[in-house]
């Protein structure tokens, strides 16, 4: 035990000038002084090294500590100490103390800007805390450098909220003055300042936090509504003052129903609501807003503690809904394939349709392409941004085309979905309601559809309260509707209000001349999905299709093209390759006209073609036709051809 300063300084001697370590030292001192001597630390320098320092740099550690060493120093003022803050490199900050220790620190440069780090003054109670990073008490001759041995150093390293070393604070007093009770009030007095050092991270953390949720509800596209357990308003973020069109005041300590008159949405009965579809009708305007509505409790240790409420516009719900399912217009005119006069003249009447808002009549046989014109006057329209829904009245029976039409309310009749649904009219609000097949619709859904186009409002099947509705109708028929009209299955006011830009399709046999552009086109789209390259397609094939009347028009040339590209893997596409039944009677250029060949006499024709112009070489001709050598002379010898 070392009890006097004789001894302890007998020690420093050695060790200094010996190299002896006394057995007694105690370790922590004894490790300091052998890494000084490693570091070469002169004990004999004058005074302490000064280095520049910014004061800013550690304006909040000052701050923060400040207190608690006018704390300190109050307790030990005028026994002669001096109660000192470094840096996390051992450079002093700040000192607090009695006139003349003050005088005597000065003289030794303990002052501002010194560096008392170990590895430069040696062992110290300021370079030692922060090499062990512990608090010590240094004593007398304990100090590696003579000047400091006058002096009993208590320090303790300051940490942040992570555990690192941000600074040391430190109490220094005469040598006769040592007291363990020294150390343990330095050591007090850091823990405070770490303390306050995590409140104030904690506040700043919680104040990022509310600018990060700020910024977060704000961004985003849904009114947000954050509430307490009593309705009090806690946050709104600009979307919902935005949605509902309120002044830019403050909300915050506002009831719910200070905002809203729906009770559904200000009590606390139900807690919870999903995809709650309201028509909101917001205070002091009693503007009628139609929206869906979630509302989310939040729970606190299972007890609730408030609400989060999420608005979003029903309008844009729908669009991002008919985004997802496929409900808009995906075809153009530039995507109609042709150039036969009649079609131009069609498409043309098209473009005039689309520049207007007028209900569009669209005539034609079955598969002349009546939806994909549709789909081009919408997309050519004002009201391209806005859904184009789709909806077959002849694939639809009867008793529910009224529910997809209009929709319903909950409870409308047995198995209705709850919460109900929204017909079509309400899903393409803004855009384009395309009624493909209208011939088929009962007189009894006619009456109601015609009341829609009237008023521009809708009612759902069960409810009672009008939607407006904004759509354009696109309707379109195989069926000669005049004729409906006169046997009395189709309504004449209703034909008068779809009829008012009429288009009649061409059939294909009117205009054969642009099966050549769209078996290309059919070839070439096909080719590129299945990453196959675009086949050598033969006159014989296309003259073959030219004399086919196609009763079901572009769409069976588009299964048949389809069904010939499956069946070959041939690189040349000839007549020999398409079904039976396009060979009805048919004209060859190679055999005589006016005579009925089957699809054998075909193959035999082709046969023999080839031959001919490759001059009877087998191989060339098998390549000609792309098929194998093999599979050319059985068809010789089928034939019995002999050349």
Request: some cysteine; charged content about 25%; proline content about 5%.
């Amino acid at each position: 035990m070392i009890v006097t300063r004789e001894q302890v300084k007998s020690m420093w001697e050695k060790f200094v000038f010996h190299n002896e370590l006394d057995p007694d030292l105690p370790p922590m001192i004894r490790d300091s002084w052998l890494r000084s001597k490693k570091a070469m630390v002169d004990p004999f320098r004058p005074y302490g090294w000064i280095k520049e320092i910014d004061n800013e740099k550690y304006r909040s550690l000052i701050d923060w500590s400040l207190p608690l060493m006018e704390g300190l120093y109050s307790i030990v003022k005028g026994s002669g100490f001096l109660v000192i803050l470094c840096n996390e490199n051992g450079q002093l900050l700040l000192s607090i103390g009695d006139r003349e220790p003050l005088a005597r620190a000065e003289e030794i440069g303990f002052i501002a800007g010194a560096d008392w780090s170990e590895q430069v003054m040696g062992t110290n109670a300021i370079g030692t805390s922060i090499a062990i990073d512990r608090p010590i008490q240094v004593f007398a001759e304990e100090h590696y450098t003579k000047i400091c041995q006058s002096w009993t150093c208590s320090a303790a390293p300051i940490h942040d909220p992570d555990g690192r070393i941000i600074g040391v604070l430190n109490m220094s007093g005469p040598y006769e003055k040592v007291h363990s009770h020294t150390l343990g009030m330095v050591v007090s007095a850091v823990k405070a300042i770490e303390y306050q050092l995590k409140l104030h991270e904690n506040a700043e953390k919680n104040v990022m936090m509310q600018r990060f949720l700020e910024a977060t509800t704000n961004n985003m596209k849904e009114g947000i509504l954050i509430i307490d357990r009593d309705g009090k308003i806690v946050k709104a973020n600009n979307q919902l003052k935005k949605l509902f069109r309120i002044p830019q005041l403050q909300l915050e300590e506002k009831k719910l129903d200070d905002l809203f008159n729906d009770p559904s949405i200000c009590s606390n009965h139900p807690l919870h609501l999903q995809n709650q579809e309201l028509h909101l009708s917001v205070k002091p305007s009693n503007a009628v807003h139609h929206v869906l509505v979630d509302k989310i409790p939040i729970y606190e240790k299972k007890e609730r503690i408030g609400s989060m409420i999420i608005v979003k516009e029903i309008e844009k719900v729908r669009q991002f809904v008919n985004h997802l399912s496929g409900n808009q217009a995906k075809i153009t005119f530039a995507d109609m394939i042709g150039q036969h006069p009649c079609f131009i003249e069609k498409m043309n009447e098209a473009r005039l349709a689309a520049a207007t808002d007028s209900n569009v009549l669209i005539l034609g046989e079955s598969g002349t392409g009546k939806e994909m014109v549709a789909q081009a006057i919408h997309n050519e329209s004002k009201r391209r941004n806005k859904p184009f829904i789709a909806i077959n009245c002849g694939g639809i029976p009867r008793d529910l085309l009224g529910s997809e039409l209009f929709g319903y309310v909950d409870g409308a009749f047995t198995g209705a979905k709850k919460g109900g649904s929204a017909g079509k009219f309400e899903l393409a609000n803004g855009g384009t309601l395309f009624l493909d097949e209208i011939g088929e619709m009962s007189l009894e859904m006619q009456v109601l559809l015609l009341r829609v186009i009237q008023e521009k409002e809708v009612m759902r099947i069960g409810g009672h309260k009008v939607i407006p509705v904004d759509v354009r109708i696109i309707a379109a028929t195989n069926k000669d509707l005049r004729q409906e009209v006169q046997k009395g299955s189709f309504r004449e006011d209703l034909f008068f209000r779809l009829n008012v830009m009429p288009i009649v399709l061409p059939p294909l046999r009117k205009r054969k001349e642009d099966i050549p552009l769209l078996v290309r086109h059919f070839i070439e789209k096909l080719a590129h999905k299945r990453n196959k390259p675009f086949p050598e397609i033969r006159s014989d094939f296309l003259e073959a299709l030219m004399q086919y009347d196609w009763p079901g028009n572009i769409r069976e040339l588009q299964n048949m093209i389809e069904r010939v590209l499956n069946q070959c893997a041939k690189p040349v596409l000839t007549a020999a390759d398409l079904p039976e039944e396009i060979f009805r009677p048919l004209r060859l250029p190679q055999v005589r006209e006016n005579v009925d060949i089957s699809r054998n006499e075909i193959k035999k024709q082709s046969i023999i073609e080839a031959l001919k112009q490759c001059n009877g070489n087998i191989s060339k001709a098998a390549r000609y036709l792309g098929i194998s050598r093999s599979t050319f002379y059985r068809q010789m010898d089928k034939w019995n051809i002999r050349y």
